[in-house]
Structure formats: structure tokens, C-alpha cells
């Protein structure tokens, strides 16, 4: 069926730029949205971005406005996560999503996800 592939998380300091990227197999045209979430140890999967594939609209977290970028490629295979001006509180699981919605912060409304991928910010 279809596969998310996580790539792009690592070790940096404060900030520092990383750029996640998220691949999609298999079947195509398998969602109308893409997202990405992140997730710390005891905490709930918050949201961080999404994008309206039929539109290109974005939607952001209030705590990453500004400093990150969700995009994707022109075959809507790919989504990424630009992370700018990174702070020790954006440590954490990031996951990428797929799903039939309109570019929802609500986490049931996606279908698919990836593996996860670290993302560590030190001061």
C-alpha cells in the first residue's frame, strides 16, 4: 500500500537549519493533504504544518511561524518541512502525514504516516 519515508533529522544547535523530507510509494493520489506532526516522550503528536494539495494553502503552528516552510514537489509525491532558526523546543519526533482532509491540525484526520524522524536542537 502506500509508504511514507522520513528523512532529514539529526543533531544541531540553536539556530541552526534542517530540511525533512517525506516520500511517498506505492499508490498514488492517496490523500488531499499533507501534514507534519511532532511528538516528545509523554506528550501528545502535536501539529506543525499542513498543505492543501488542490489549493497549495499552508497552515502553521503559532510557535514555528516564521520559521518554518511546508512545500512539496510538483508531483505531490514529496513533502517538506524547511526548519529555520531552530530552538531546543522544537526537539522532537517529527512525522510526516497523508490524508483525505483539508489540511486539518487534527492528527485522526490523516490516514497515513511515517516512521518518524529525530530532530535534537541543543543550546
Known amino acids: 500500500q502506500v509508504q511514507l519515508v522520513e528523512s532529514g533529522g539529526g543533531v544541531v544547535q540553536t539556530g541552526a537549519s534542517l530540511r525533512l523530507s517525506c516520500t511517498a510509494s506505492g499508490r498514488t493520489n492517496s490523500g488531499h493533504a499533507m501534514a507534519w506532526f511532532r511528538q516528545t516522550p509523554g506528550n501528545e503528536r502535536n501539529f506543525v504544518a499542513a498543505?492543501?494539495?488542490?489549493?497549495?494553502?499552508?497552515r502553521y503552528t503559532d510557535s514555528v511561524k516564521g520559521r518554518f516552510t511546508i512545500s512539496t514537489d510538483n508531483a505531490k509525491t514529496t513533502v517538506y518541512l524547511q526548519m529555520n532558526s531552530l530552538k531546543p523546543e522544537d526537539t522532537a519526533v517529527y512525522y510526516c502525514a497523508s490524508g483525505y482532509n483539508s489540511g486539518s491540525n487534527y492528527a485522526p484526520s490523516y490516514q497515513y504516516w511515517g516512521q518518524g524522524t529525530q530532530v535534537n536542537v541543543s543550546s
Open positions: 498543505i492543501r494539495l488542490s489549493t497549495g494553502s499552508t
